[in-house]
Each structure stands twice: as C-alpha cells, then as structure tokens.
C-alpha cells in the first residue's frame, strides 16, 4: 500500500525521498524520482513531511521513536504522520514525544487496501491538531477519496479500531452464513448469487462470489515506505 501511495505523491508534484527495509521494493519509486535514504532518520533530515506505514505497532515504534526514527531526524516544525493501524495509546505517546521537540505527529490510518490504495480512493481516518491536518490536505487528497478528521491525537487510530470491529462481526457473519448453507446442502455459488445483491450484500460477501466461482470448495477467511 506505502508504494502506491507514495507514487500518488510523486505524481501530484511533491518531491519525495523513500525509506523501505527491503531496499528493492523502492526501485519502481525511485525510477519515477524519488530519492533513496538508508534509514527513517535519514528520511526526515530530508523532508518537511514524514508518512509512514509499516506492518504493526512494534514497526511504529521502532520507525519514529527508535534510535534511527524518524522523530530523531526530526526538526521543529515538521510533521510525522503514521498511517500504519496502530494502538491509539502509541500514536499518543508519539505525538507527546514530538511536542516535546517542537514537532507536529499526526495518526491517520486507511481503510481500503491495495485496490484503495492504488485507486487513491482511500478513506483516511485523522487524529491530531487541526491546523496541521488542514494544511496536508492536498496529500490526503493524492491518497484518498473519504478524509476526515476525528479529532485529536490516536481519534484516527480509535477511528480504525471501530472499522476493524466492523469487518470482523462481517466475515463472522459470512463464514456463519455460509456454514448453514453448506450443511442445508446448498451450493454456495447459487447462494451468495441470492444474496449478494440484496439487503445481506457486502464487501466480503461480494470477495466470497469472487472466490466461489473459481473454486468448489468452500472460501477459506481469513512495505513500507517512511
């Protein structure tokens, strides 16, 4: 997702530099480009915005607070804006430790995956001061269609967590749905055909049609750039 909504920036016009912890899955960036640095804390010493989004928390914290962080490189007046889904107690404690030295820290996870992020129609969820989030807007805007503030430091990532609580109580109810189906003795392809396009559709129901009608088994459920 970070490559493609890096590239987005790229696009619009901002001159970028790139870290990746896999060097190689910065090349298509850098063709286009951008600069590369060998650390998070080389990012910043070069830029005037810092995004990132890696795996989990752990990443998070390593990639701004950590010796070679990115709040390290860091000078007053700049903007860290983490959009990795995160805790919203860690996107707190950065954005206390960047006010301490006089830097702005923003929370924004997304919500829409690869496609939405190679389709810049993510939605943005954001926490942090108001002015500061206002003035990225013409980044947000390269990165997604739904963007809105929540309010203030970890509102983006408690934002996050009530959409993660959403899909999860969806793909149970799908997996539960079509449990019953398959011990009624039905065939699922027919099934979510019925169902699909009426009140009980969904994202994941559409994605199980997908699956379903390459597959007679029954659908199994289940980068980084600073």
Request: aromatic residues 2%; hydrophobic residues 40%; positive net charge.
């Given at each position: 997702m970070g490559s493609s909504m890096c590239g987005h920036l790229l696009a619009k016009g901002f001159a970028t530099t790139v870290f990746t912890r896999s060097k190689q899955k910065a090349d298509a960036l850098v063709a286009k480009g951008a600069v590369w640095a060998d650390s998070p804390n080389a990012v910043a010493e070069r830029s005037d915005v810092v995004f990132s989004i890696v795996g989990f928390p752990t990443d998070v914290r390593e990639v701004t607070l950590g010796d070679r962080g990115s709040l390290a490189g860091s000078r007053a007046g700049m903007i860290l804006v983490d959009m990795t889904t995160s805790e919203p107690s860690l996107a707190v404690?950065?954005?206390?430790?960047?006010?301490?030295?006089?830097?702005?820290a923003v929370d924004a996870p997304v919500s829409g995956g690869d496609i939405g992020a190679r389709e810049s129609r993510l939605s943005i969820m954001i926490g942090g001061d108001k002015?500061?989030?206002?003035a990225l807007q013409p980044c947000w805007e390269a990165m997604g269609k739904t963007i809105v503030h929540q309010g203030g430091p970890g509102s983006g990532q408690h934002t996050k967590m009530a959409n993660q609580i959403l899909i999860a109580s969806n793909m149970?109810?799908?997996?539960e749905s079509l449990l019953y189906a398959?011990?009624?003795?039905?065939?699922?392809?027919?099934?979510?055909?019925?169902?699909?396009?009426g009140a009980a559709g969904?994202?994941?129901s559409r994605i199980s049609a997908r699956e379903s009608s390459t597959t007679t088994s029954i659908p199994a459920f289940s980068s980084s750039i600073s």
């Open positions: 404690e950065i954005h206390r430790a960047a006010k301490a030295k006089g830097v702005h002015p500061i989030v206002d149970i109810g799908v997996c398959y011990r009624a003795g039905l065939d699922l392809n027919t099934v979510l055909q019925s169902v699909t396009p969904s994202c994941r």
